[in-house]
């Protein structure tokens, strides 16, 4: 009972911290709790992903596919509070600005957006609504469900695999240093499972533009800050989200061979 319960916990604080959906509150988490979470991560990428299909599917009976895909990339911004949008913003300030690690560090730590951020920002949501209104109704279901539970699995990933950047700490420490091998196993487990029972082997095409996405994007913040913040970790979510939408567009193998959508 104790194991059910610390599951069900996990995905309570990961639901908490990902999204603006109204959950109970458990009290302040540890550190621990954090990291543990991180397990959970796929799983609440799914819940994301099929409320917006859900919306999606209703707002498409009515609307073009271009006011469709505007809707519903709003509605993911407030599902989610627009929090990795921040992290992504933050992210291209800093490292738009150059520098060594230290200024890198710093320019993501202003509260307040650059030109450089809020152009990067622009361009992503441009992308992310001008491949939602490319995609056909299928496909787009399938993007929609499938991209938010690469995206939170990305994030498992990176935080088990790279070290806390920042010396004096901050929200992200917590998630990165608490996190292990078992959580990432788990996280491993439920993206997998997500994925096979929705596509099959289709899974493979945008799994592994995801997987490659995180590696290279690991290997230059390594290099460029000597491993990921709470913003890196944020900006990761939006960028593999963001190919793994695309990937239903850009690969010709998984366009044709998509099942038809059961709703």
Not at 40 to 51: D, H, R, S, T
Not at 90 to 100: K, R, S, V, Y
Request: hydrophobic residues 55%.
């Amino acid at each position: 009972m104790s194991g059910l319960f610390a599951h069900l916990t996990g995905i309570l604080i990961a639901v908490q911290f990902l999204t603006k959906l109204p959950v109970p509150r458990l009290g302040a988490p540890t550190a621990r709790d954090l990291g543990r979470s991180m397990a959970y991560y796929p799983i609440v990428g799914f819940a994301i992903g099929a409320l917006l299909c859900l919306l999606d599917r209703a707002l498409s009976m009515a609307l073009s596919p271009l006011l469709t895909s505007v809707l519903i990339v709003t509605a993911w911004a407030a599902i989610t509070g627009a929090l990795h949008l921040e992290g992504f913003a933050d992210t291209a300030d800093g490292i738009a600005a150059g520098g060594d690690r230290a200024r890198t560090l710093a320019v993501m730590k202003d509260p307040n957006t650059g030109a450089k951020g809020a152009a990067a920002l622009a361009f992503l949501i441009l992308i992310k609504i001008a491949v939602l209104s490319e995609l056909t109704p299928d496909a787009r279901s399938w993007a929609l469900l499938i991209a938010p539970v690469l995206s939170r699995w990305a994030m498992t990933a990176t935080a088990v695999i790279c070290p806390y950047a920042r010396p004096e700490g901050g929200l992200g420490k917590g998630f990165v240093e608490e996190a292990g091998v078992v959580e990432l196993v788990i996280a491993c487990a439920s993206a997998i499972a997500i994925g096979g029972a929705l596509l099959g082997w289709r899974f493979a095409l945008p799994a592994s533009a995801a997987i490659a996405s995180t590696a290279l994007y690991a290997i230059f913040m390594k290099k460029k800050i000597g491993g990921i913040t709470g913003d890196t970790l944020g900006a990761l979510n939006e960028l593999v989200e963001t190919i793994a939408l695309a990937s239903f567009l850009a690969l010709p193998v998984l366009a044709h061979t998509l099942p038809a959508f059961p709703v």
